[in-house]
Nanobody, 126 residues
Framework: VQLQASGGGEVQAGGSLRLSCSAS????????MGWFRQAPGQEREIVAA????????YYADSVKGQFTISRDAARNTVNLQMNGLKPEDTAVYYC????????????????????WGQGTEVTVSS
């Protein structure tokens, strides 16, 4: 599966951005899709994920109440609405899929995810 992310850019603290990611083929109902991010000098960390079947969501504690993940099943697209951005949200954001044969709990480990997009850069200035 090829993933194409868009929507990154530079914004001032307190601003908003919306990231989108389109998949090159249909996402199967048991799969998860989500977003990771990697700040300079840091490891990749999960931001949010959802189940494709029911759009159940998972958020990292650091973004709860600030970011919203959603999907458009008809367009094989997952979105990440980011509000109240802070300088510490500055990172490269990666869209991911996790191909699963059955319903499974969320994973926060990067190694659990099968496909990665090219990354889109988000810069938040203070």
């Amino acid at each position: 599966v090829q993933l194409q992310a868009s929507g990154g850019g530079e914004v001032q603290a307190g601003g908003s951005l919306r990231l989108s990611c389109s998949a090159s083929e249909p996402i199967l109902s048991n799969w998860h899709m989500g977003w990771f991010r990697q700040a300079p000098g840091q490891e990749r960390e999960i931001v949010a994920a959802l189940t494709w079947r029911e759009a159940k969501t998972y958020y990292a504690d650091s973004v709860k109440g600030q970011f919203t993940i959603s999907r458009d099943a008809a367009r094989n697209t997952v979105n990440l609405q980011m509000n109240g951005l802070k300088p510490e949200d500055t990172a490269v954001y990666y869209c991911v899929t996790r191909r699963l044969p059955s319903r499974s709990p969320f994973s926060s480990f990067a190694s659990a995810y099968n496909d990665w997009g090219q990354g889109t850069e988000v810069t938040v200035s203070s």
